[in-house]
Nanobody, 125 residues
Framework: QVQLVESGGGLVQAGGSTRLSCAASGGTFNNYAVGWFRQAPGKEREVVVAISRIGGSTYYADSVKGRFTVSRDNAKNTMYLQMNSLKPEDTAVYYC??????????????????WGQGTQVTVSS
């Protein structure tokens, strides 16, 4: 069983950048496809980005393409989300998630087995 802890985020001005990290422990990180989801108040949790076990395949939601970059360092058991050109509509709680044994990336909430506690990102206009 893997434990996930997010860090980073906070308050950012529109147009600014920030980086989120997701540190994994308790499991072999490269056994998991991982992803970032976000949930804004009153909205459903949605996939932002997803990355395969070795990092060879990635998925980006249309709303973040060209602005966000996902990466993972399996040697450090960590996934990153570089967020650039932030917009107020990016404001949400961001969660990292892990799906055991999945070879490719996954984009559905139900595909993921483990979740972090979430980290708030607030983009001011």
């Amino acid at each position: 069983q893997v434990q996930l802890v997010e860090s980073g985020g906070g308050l950012v001005q529109a147009g600014g950048s920030t980086r989120l990290s997701c540190a994994a422990s308790g499991g072999t990180f490269n056994n998991y496809a991982v992803g970032w989801f976000r949930q804004a108040p009153g909205k459903e949790r949605e996939v932002v980005v997803a990355i395969s076990r070795i990092g060879g395949s990635t998925y980006y939601a249309d709303s973040v393409k060209g602005r966000f970059t996902v990466s993972r360092d399996n040697a450090k058991n960590t996934m990153y989300l570089q967020m650039n050109s932030l917009k107020p509509e990016d404001t949400a709680v961001y969660y990292c998630a892990a799906a055991y044994g999945r070879l490719g990336y996954r984009v559905r909430v139900d595909d993921y087995d483990y979740w972090g506690q979430g980290t708030q990102v607030t983009v001011s206009s």
